[in-house]
């Protein structure tokens, strides 16, 4: 029997998709990879099935990610992506759902208007946008009406959003586009260049979850990956250590630390005095690379802590929202604002 309405929200990451039914809590988290056939343009498989593909298709089959950087790449394939995620996750309805997604804080209007027109092409009755760094505090249990000021540091896979938040708005924000996606290609770089070896996507984002590390590690750990020899062209296995880890790692984990830095700076002395009392609040997946939270602490004097479910944060705070409608009004664009 088809339910009467299921409203819900949607964290659309550059990774992964997680959507939140009302009432039921997190119901689908899969990657956003879509397996294409070039010949049919039909959808082969889609999430994990399609992740699987990554790097293993056939010529007349891609597997693809539409969105890039926190934004959609693809339209049509997001588009339609959208539509079997809100399908699996809530079955038949009688009436279309209402939708919050969130996004980056640094999209432009141009971005917002193609996530609003796909939500509702996708089949919602009206779609709300909320900025990650407001629904990753919702998520992590701060109540951001409050007049505090609070830090979010959100990692995902396309972006890296950092945010003070006081009273239901974000009052010093700057999204990053150098993230969790950003690690695994500096981790392809430097395995190349040091060992002359190429590795896979997959392989690249094994090393990063299993021995990446943001601050040295007291005792050193390693792990095995296999590629292909550049010179020879045939296969090849080596032993990776977390210190080569550190080094590759370098580049991105000192971006997102300098734009932390940034936002302090340009923090009001009110917030800032906040901030130190109640700490840094890190959440996405970005937040679990082994010393990060360390490294930020260390360089900014503040604590910094990771919340309880930094994956899933952004998503339960993106749900959790649609109580707060009105609360957050100012804070939301709908998809009726944006056609006037």
Known sequence: MAALRTD???????????????????????????????????????????????????????????????????????????????????????????????????????????????????????????????????GAGIDITQPDGNMIVDIGGGTTDVAVISLGGIVVSRSLRIAGDDCDDAITRYIRKKHNMMIGERSAEALKMNIGTAYRRQKEVYMEVRGRNLVTGLPKTINVSSDEMLEALEEPVNAIVETVHAVLERTPPELAADIGNTGIVMTGGGALLYGLDKLIQIK?????????????????????????????????????????
């Open 8 to 138: 819900m929200g949607i964290d659309l990451g550059t990774a992964s998709i997680l959507v939140y039914a009302k009432g039921k809590g997190i119901v689908l988290n899969e990657p956003s990879v879509v397996a294409i056939d070039q010949n049919t343009n039909k959808f082969l498989a889609v999430g994990e099935e399609a992740r699987k593909m990554l790097g293993r298709t056939p010529g007349n089959i891609i597997a693809i990610r539409p969105l890039k950087d926190g934004v959609i790449s693809d339209y049509d394939v997001t588009e339609r992506l959208l539509k079997y995620f809100i399908q699996k996750a809530i079955g038949r309805t009688l009436f279309k759902p209402r939708i919050i997604v969130c996004v980056p804080s640094g999209v432009t209007e141009v971005e917002r208007r193609a996530v609003l027109e796909a939500s509702i092409q996708a089949g919602s009755r009206k779609t709300y946008l909320i900025e990650e760094p407001i629904a990753a505090a919702i």
């Open 300 to 340: 900014t004097g503040i604590p910094t802590r990771i919340a309880d479910d930094p994956i899933e944060c952004v998503a339960i705070g993106t749900g959790k929202s649609l109580d707060w409608v009105d609360i957050l009004d100012n804070s939301l664009i709908d998809s009726e604002s944006i056609r006037r």
